[in-house]
C-alpha cells in the first residue's frame, strides 16, 4: 500500500520522525480503513509492515480495534528501516549522501533483503505500508520471471493511497 498525503513542509523538518498527515491524509486513511472493512481484507492481514515514516497511515488503517466494526482484533504493526525511503538505523545514514542518490541497485538490494526477511515470516496474510519507489523496487524482485503485461502492471508507479494485492509463490513447490 502506497503512503498517503503528508504535510510536505513538515517533511523539511529534521525534527519529525514521521510527517503528520494532512486533514486530507486523515480522510484518506478512513476512506481505505472503510474500503479494507467492507472488502473483508482487514480481517484477513496478520501482520503489518510498515517503514517507520508511514507509520500514522499504517496504524490509522489497520489498528484501532475500536473503530473497526467486526475485527476482534487489530494485526501486528511492525516498523522495519529496510522498508524506509532512506535508511536511518544510525547516526550515519548509509543511504543518504549530499552528492549522491541512492542508486536503483541499492534500492533493489534493499528490496531483496526486506523480501528475504518476509519470506521467513509464519504470516501469510502481510500488508507492506510503505513509499511508491521502495514498494516496485521489492516487486521488481519477483517480476523477472512474469510474462510481460503482468510485469508492467505490477511494477508500474504508484498512485497515492493505492492498494496493491500480490500472491508470491515459491516456484520450487509448484
Known sequence: ?????????ALLSPHLFDAPLTD??????ENLRERLVSSGLLK???LVVTSPLTMQTAVGVFGNEDKLQNIACSPSIVALEV??????ESEEDNLWRPDVRESKEEIFARGLEFMKWLWKRPEKEVAVVSHGMVLRHMLYVFANDCDD???HELCKRFTNCEIRTVVIVDKGLV
Not at 486530507?24 to 486513511?29: D, K, L, R, T
Not at 522498508?83 to 536511518?88: E, G, K
Open 24 to 29: 486530507h491524509g486523515h480522510q484518506q486513511v
Open 1 to 9: 500500500m502506497h503512503n498517503l498525503e503528508k504535510d510536505r513542509n
Open 83 to 88: 522498508a524506509r525511503d532512506c535508511n536511518i
Open 44 to 46: 484477513r492481514v496478520e
Open 149 to 151: 503485461s503482468v510485469r
